[in-house]
């Protein structure tokens, strides 16, 4: 625990400017972020008596080691910083929300020829005309079904589309009027595109207009004695106004508005948004966090406005936030959603009506969220504390283990031997400090030695940042090491460029390492921690035959009861590791197996090859061609041509196939080897021998 006094800022040194601040603790790690009009006056305010602080505004001083900050000229852009770098650093004291799940959304891809309905999920991409979030996806499913009667959009897969164009025969959408069928020339790609518009104009709450065209064509049909269109027209209104029940009406003046109520006690907060389209609710979400600062009511609100609008421009910041308290000060966060928007956005509490009454409906399901939340978390927060009390208790640790690191080795009968590390805090799974490992000390199979090297030049680089007081060593040097990619694929390359506290680094240690395996594997690791000089940090074994925890130095293992809820919190830290462990392993054998002689020409792309092997038809027939020849495919220019033509006379021709039944030589073309994948599991090209014997 530090004495703040001990990293306070002489007097006179801090600027009496806004700007934006950052807590460090002893690792360099950012733990908080704030934002001041007046900085000086603002941390002046967390260097007073600590008898005067609120608890938790307390621990975060007592756990920082160092505050820095940067002067800005306007507090809206002071607002910005602050959220770009609580976004970087995620920083464990600030309120962050974070949603209970991933919201689906009805998504139209306006960016393609032929835009198409679909349902997404993730991430926002440019170019795509989003609507909601739904509760549940099969609500947008039932919508776009009602919708597709009179707006007949594509709503098929790329690969559907292509094959439907291929044969010349639309799906079965096509044939019972759900989709206008482009992809067999019924309709051109303008008129594609402009019944898409409609389609996104309905939804976006432009109703009316459809309803009385459609209205007009019927009476029009009738008149004719159409009777057939003028019944078919009515089918079509009736689907739309179905589609619209579905959305009541709750603002009766067609308004575009976002509503934000909170639900709060002294530890946490649960907040709700309903997103009002043309006077109709087209969507919901909700979250839930921790108080981890001392915050009011307004601040949540503003946080909840980072977090909704961070990542947002132009029609999908509306032009009125309803909020139950305004940010103090509230006119900078209102300039900058009128920014984001790029017109004026009215932020404000509702007073009275209709819009006050539906914010007392927001704030009732804000207040059931987080009563079902707690509901919930009790019982899961007890459990994980009882099971690391169990842990610590078993392994006569001085305190519980709050952040678990565990190594698993993979392997194929001595091939593509690899090694992963997952990393649990306070019971919970850190999927963003997952790292996964080449073994590259040597060749085989040797299980001990290969954690040996693992631990060690994980704990290795932990000293090497410990020395440097949070500098990283070069992107080169990390990429050599074989360290390379995050979980969930991401690089890692990013995250190492950074030397200011950027949460996921091996620079943070853990109280437990656990390792999958017995005795020898133990004795591994508590080696390897030996060697340098490490001596704080608990090692214990998992083996998976009898479930024993292994300790260093101790010739029986200690059995835990089959209740325990600190072995099943062991077992969840191990069967994560192996999955890790097991799924890069299999990634890097079947790209081994997919691998082919164009994968070792230099600059040459998946783009490329594949256009290579499109024009040629088969490696072979590539193999024989001229330089002239290849330089006919499109991209391909003279040098990069005679470069192939090195790399495939370099490379042996595969062995031929041969008809195991009569033992004939199949002289067949060479298989497409540019890392096509035929869509079976690589398993399915091993022999049955070698089927299930991964490590």
């Given at each position: 625990m530090a004495?703040p006094?001990?990293?306070?800022?002489?007097?006179?040194?801090?600027?009496?400017?806004?700007?934006?601040y950052?807590f460090?603790?002893?690792?360099?790690?950012?733990?908080?972020v704030?934002?001041a009009?007046?900085?000086?006056?603002?941390?002046?305010?967390?260097?007073?008596d600590?008898?005067?602080?609120h608890?938790?505004?307390?621990t975060?001083?007592?756990?920082?080691?160092?505050?820095?900050w940067?002067?800005?000229?306007?507090?809206?852009e002071?607002?910005?910083l602050?959220y770009?770098?609580?976004?970087?650093?995620?920083?464990?004291?600030?309120?962050?929300?974070?949603?209970?799940?991933?919201?689906?959304?009805l998504?139209v891809?306006?960016?393609e020829?032929?835009?198409?309905?679909?349902?997404?999920?993730g991430h926002?991409?440019?170019?795509?005309?989003?609507f909601?979030?739904?509760?549940h996806?099969?609500?947008?499913?039932?919508?776009?079904?009602l919708l597709?009667?009179?707006?007949?959009?594509?709503?098929?897969?790329?690969?559907?589309?292509k094959?439907?164009?291929?044969?010349?025969?639309?799906?079965?959408?096509g044939?019972i009027?759900k989709?206008?069928a482009?992809?067999?020339?019924?309709?051109?790609?303008?008129?594609?595109?402009?019944?898409?518009?409609?389609f996104?104009?309905?939804m976006?709450?432009?109703?009316?207009t459809?309803?009385?065209r459609?209205?007009?064509?019927?009476m029009?049909?009738?008149?004719?004695?159409?009777?057939?269109?003028?019944?078919?027209?009515?089918?079509?209104?009736?689907?739309?106004?179905?589609a619209?029940?579905?959305?009541?009406?709750?603002?009766?003046?067609?308004?575009d508005?976002?509503?934000?109520?909170?639900?709060?006690?002294e530890l946490?907060?649960?907040?709700?948004?309903?997103?009002?389209?043309?006077?109709?609710v087209r969507?919901?979400?909700?979250?839930?966090?921790?108080k981890?600062e001392?915050v009011t009511t307004?601040?949540?609100?503003?946080?909840?406005?980072?977090?909704l609008?961070?990542?947002?421009?132009?029609?999908?910041?509306?032009?009125?936030?309803?909020?139950?308290?305004?940010?103090?000060?509230?006119?900078?966060?209102?300039e900058?959603?009128?920014?984001?928007?790029?017109?004026?956005?009215s932020?404000?509490?509702?007073q009275?009506?209709?819009?006050k009454?539906l914010?007392?409906?927001?704030?009732?399901?804000?207040q059931?969220?987080l009563?079902?939340h707690?509901?919930?978390?009790?019982?899961?927060?007890?459990?994980?504390?009882?099971?690391?009390?169990?842990?610590a208790e078993?392994?006569?640790?001085?305190?519980?283990?709050?952040?678990?690191?565990?190594?698993?080795i993979?392997?194929?009968?001595g091939?593509?031997?690899?090694?992963?590390?997952?990393v649990?805090?306070?019971?919970?799974?850190r999927k963003?400090?997952?790292?996964?490992?080449?073994?590259?000390?040597?060749?085989?199979?040797?299980?001990?030695?290969s954690m040996?090297?693992?631990?060690?030049?994980?704990?290795?680089r932990y000293?090497?940042?410990?020395?440097?007081?949070?500098?990283?060593?070069?992107?080169?040097?990390?990429?050599a090491?074989?360290?390379?990619?995050?979980?969930?694929?991401?690089p890692?390359?990013?995250?190492?460029?950074?030397?200011?506290?950027?949460p996921?680094?091996?620079?943070?240690?853990?109280?437990?390492?656990?390792?999958?395996?017995?005795?020898?594997?133990?004795?591994?690791?508590r080696r390897a921690?030996?060697?340098?000089?490490i001596d704080?940090?608990?090692?214990?074994?998992?083996?998976k035959r009898l479930?024993?925890?292994?300790?260093?130095?101790e010739?029986d293992?200690?059995?835990l009861?089959?209740?325990?809820?600190?072995?099943?919190?062991l077992?969840?830290?191990?069967?994560e590791?192996?999955?890790?462990?097991?799924t890069?392993?299999?990634?890097?054998r079947?790209k081994?197996?997919?691998?082919?002689?164009?994968?070792?020409v230099?600059?040459?792309?998946?783009?490329?090859?594949?256009?290579?092997?499109?024009?040629?038809?088969s490696v072979k027939?590539?193999?024989?061609?001229?330089?002239?020849?290849?330089?006919?495919?499109?991209?391909?220019?003279?040098?990069?041509?005679?470069?192939?033509?090195?790399a495939?006379?370099?490379?042996?021709?595969a062995?031929?196939?041969?008809?195991t039944?009569?033992?004939?030589?199949i002289?067949?073309?060479?298989?497409?080897t540019t890392?096509g994948?035929?869509?079976?599991?690589v398993?399915?090209?091993l022999?049955?021998?070698r089927r299930?014997?991964?490590?």
């Amino acid at each position: 625990m530090a004495d703040p006094s001990s990293y306070r800022p002489r007097p006179g040194e801090i600027p009496d400017s806004p700007g934006v601040y950052r807590f460090r603790d002893e690792h360099r790690r950012v733990i908080y972020v704030g934002k001041a009009k007046s900085l000086r006056q603002r941390l002046a305010n967390y260097f007073q008596d600590l008898a005067n602080l609120h608890p938790r505004t307390r621990t975060m001083v007592t756990t920082a080691a160092s505050v820095e900050w940067t002067v800005v000229s306007t507090e809206v852009e002071a607002l910005q910083l602050e959220y770009s770098w609580i976004k970087e650093y995620d920083p464990r004291f600030n309120v962050k929300y974070r949603d209970d799940k991933s919201y689906p959304y009805l998504a139209v891809t306006m960016n393609e020829q032929f835009p198409r309905v679909q349902v997404m999920r993730g991430h926002k991409k440019k170019g795509v005309r989003y609507f909601g979030p739904y509760g549940h996806a099969w609500a947008i499913r039932d919508t776009v079904d009602l919708l597709l009667r009179v707006f007949p959009v594509r709503t098929c897969s790329a690969g559907v589309f292509k094959n439907a164009g291929r044969t010349g025969r639309p799906c079965l959408l096509g044939y019972i009027g759900k989709c206008s069928a482009p992809c067999v020339g019924r309709i051109t790609p303008e008129e594609h595109g402009e019944l898409a518009e409609e389609f996104c104009d309905f939804m976006a709450g432009r109703t009316g207009t459809y309803l009385r065209r459609l209205e007009k064509q019927m009476m029009e049909a009738a008149e004719e004695m159409e009777y057939e269109r003028a019944a078919r027209l009515r089918d079509d209104i009736e689907a739309l106004k179905k589609a619209m029940e579905k959305n009541a009406v709750v603002l009766a003046d067609a308004t575009d508005a976002d509503l934000i109520a909170v639900a709060e006690d002294e530890l946490e907060a649960a907040v709700q948004i309903f997103h009002v389209r043309g006077g109709r609710v087209r969507g919901q979400r909700g979250w839930v966090t921790d108080k981890v600062e001392e915050v009011t009511t307004g601040a949540l609100v503003e946080h909840a406005l980072q977090q909704l609008y961070g990542e947002e421009s132009g029609d999908a910041v509306p032009k009125e936030v309803l909020v139950p308290a305004l940010p103090e000060p509230a006119v900078p966060v209102q300039e900058w959603l009128t920014g984001r928007r790029g017109a004026n956005v009215s932020l404000r509490i509702p007073q009275r009506g209709d819009k006050k009454a539906l914010m007392e409906t927001v704030e009732r399901n804000a207040q059931q969220a987080l009563a079902l939340h707690k509901t919930k978390r009790a019982s899961d927060l007890t459990t994980r504390s009882r099971a690391l009390e169990e842990i610590a208790e078993a392994l006569d640790l001085d305190s519980a283990p709050l952040r678990i690191e565990c190594y698993d080795i993979s392997h194929l009968q001595g091939d593509d031997v690899v090694a992963s590390m997952v990393v649990f805090e306070d019971g919970l799974q850190r999927k963003g400090e997952y790292r996964r490992f080449q073994i590259k000390g040597f060749a085989g199979q040797d299980d001990v030695r290969s954690m040996h090297e693992v631990i060690s030049r994980r704990f290795r680089r932990y000293l090497a940042e410990k020395e440097r007081t949070g500098e990283w060593a070069d992107g080169e040097e990390v990429a050599a090491d074989g360290e390379g990619v995050l979980a969930d694929g991401d690089p890692l390359a990013g995250s190492l460029k950074d030397d200011d506290g950027r949460p996921r680094k091996f620079a943070y240690p853990p109280q437990l390492v656990v390792v999958d395996g017995g005795r020898p594997q133990v004795a591994a690791a508590r080696r390897a921690l030996d060697e340098l000089g490490i001596d704080d940090i608990a090692v214990c074994g998992l083996a998976k035959r009898l479930e024993e925890v292994w300790l260093p130095a101790e010739d029986d293992p200690v059995v835990l009861p089959r209740t325990s809820e600190g072995l099943y919190l062991l077992q969840r830290v191990r069967d994560e590791a192996h999955r890790f462990a097991i799924t890069y392993q299999r990634t890097k054998r079947a790209k081994r197996l997919r691998s082919g002689p164009l994968d070792d020409v230099p600059g040459l792309g998946e783009s490329r090859k594949q256009a290579l092997i499109k024009h040629f038809g088969s490696v072979k027939k590539l193999r024989s061609a001229t330089i002239e020849q290849i330089q006919q495919v499109p991209g391909i220019g003279r040098k990069t041509a005679e470069t192939i033509a090195a790399a495939l006379a370099r490379a042996a021709p595969a062995a031929p196939a041969v008809n195991t039944a009569t033992g004939e030589i199949i002289d067949d073309e060479e298989p497409d080897t540019t890392g096509g994948s035929s869509g079976e599991p690589v398993s399915a090209g091993l022999p049955d021998e070698r089927r299930g014997q991964e490590r």
